[in-house]
């Protein structure tokens, strides 16, 4: 499974939470659905991370996405009432993600190295915004063990089963099922979409948004 295939995937479970979230906030399955979407992009963060070689224009681009996406995001919120409205969307985690992986990569010293990424595990945890630490660790999970699939397994499994635990929740518990598409990976690209993939976040948001308004 090529990385074309598993990002439309995520984008696929993406549409169908927010289609849930907008318009059918009782049927619990389409929020279930959507728990797969996070994990695929976080897991594709990290392989795009790996495989770049410009690896600060990928971080700054993640950063304008995350700004250009933010007032569909909030948009998007408000119309459809989910609180709390202010969260920064899903691109601040894969930004925060993102960095903390370029310390993994350029940081020599592990006693810098354990502290920077600690600072940017706290940032994640202070300011508002999608899957907090739980998705920042989930990137850094996906990096470390990315050529060791049993690894991935493992830790990503007790990530997900933590976080249910400590949230006391069992609201991302099916977001297990994402491992299934991505131990599929095979390591290729397939299709070059890329720009499809950044613009279909923002767009998607603001359509459902606008329609949601034109309902009302």
């Known amino acids: 499974m090529s990385s074309f295939v598993l990002k439309v995937m995520a984008c696929i479970f993406m549409l169908i939470d927010h289609i849930g979230i907008s318009f ?14 996070f994990p695929i992009f976080a897991f594709q963060a990290s392989v795009g991370f790996d495989k770049t070689s410009h690896k600060e224009k990928y971080i700054i681009r993640m ?8 007032i569909p995001f909030y948009f998007l919120r408000k119309v459809s009432l989910v609180k ?20 993994l ?31 920042v660790l989930m990137i850094i999970s996906f990096y470390y063990f990315r050529k060791e699939k049993y690894g991935i397994t ?35 690209k397939g299709n070059k979409s890329k720009y499809f993939f950044y613009a279909f976040y923002p767009l998607h948001m603001l359509a459902l948004a606008l329609i949601k308004i034109c309902l009302n």
């Not at 249910?164 to 131990?183: D, M, R």
């Open 24 to 37: 059918f906030p009782k049927i619990s399955i389409l929020r279930a659905i959507g728990r797969l979407a």
């Open 63 to 70: 950063i304008i996405f995350t700004i250009i996406s933010q």
């Open 84 to 103: 709390p409205a202010p969260l920064l969307n899903i691109g601040a985690t894969l930004t925060l993600g993102l960095l903390a992986l370029y310390c």
């Open 105 to 135: 990569d350029r940081i020599k010293k592990p006693w810098l190295k354990f502290i920077s990424i600690g600072f940017i595990i706290l940032l994640s945890i202070i300011v508002p915004m999608e899957y907090k630490w739980y998705g």
């Open 154 to 188: 493992i830790f990503y499994s007790i990530l997900v089963i933590s976080f249910c635990y400590i949230s006391n929740s069992t609201f991302n518990l099916p977001a297990l099922a994402a491992l299934i598409p991505i131990l599929l990976y095979n390591g290729k």
